[in-house]
C-alpha cells in the first residue's frame, strides 16, 4: 500500500502534505503523531466502512512499520460511523475539524458522504482521500485537490 501512495501522488501535492505533516504534529515516544480522520460507513443503508477500517488500519500499520517512510513519524486513525447519511456526516464532521488532535487527511466512505467531505475540505486545505475510486463530488471538481489512481482518489 506504501509503495502505491508513494507512487500516485504528485510531487506537490506530497510536498504540501508533509509541510502541513510536519507543522501539525506532535512528539510521542520520540516519534511525533499526524493524526487521520476518517468517516466510515459502520452502519446504516451501506455498511462498507466494516471492510474499510480494517483496510485503512492495516495500510496505516504497515507505513508505521516501515523506517523509509516517515521515520520520524506514527500514523494514528480516528475514526467515526457516518452511517452513510450526509446529515450525521456533517456533524462528524466538524467534531473531526474541530477537537484535537488536529487531523491532516479525510477519508470518507460512501458517496453522498464523500461530496459533503470534498467541498467542506477545501475550506481547510485538507487533503481528501477515497478509496472507491471516482466520485460525483470530487471528479472533474477544480475547487477539490484530487488525483485519481487505480483504486483510490487522493
Sequence with gaps: MAWLLRRTLPRFSLTLTLTVLLSCSRPVLGKKKLYIGA????SGGWPGGQACLPAAQMA?????SRTDILPDYELELIHYDSMCDPGEATKLLY???YTEPIKIVLMPGCSSVSTLVAEAARMWNLIVAQPFGEDAGVKGNKRV??????????
Excluded at 468517516?39 to 459502520?42: A, G, K, R, V
Excluded at 496505516?60 to 508505521?64: I, R, S
Design 39 to 42: 468517516l466510515f460507513p459502520m
Design 60 to 64: 496505516l500499520d504497515l507505513v508505521n
Design 95 to 97: 467534531d473531526l475539524l
Design 145 to 154: 485537490h484530487s488525483v485519481k489512481t487505480s483504486s483510490w482518489t487522493v
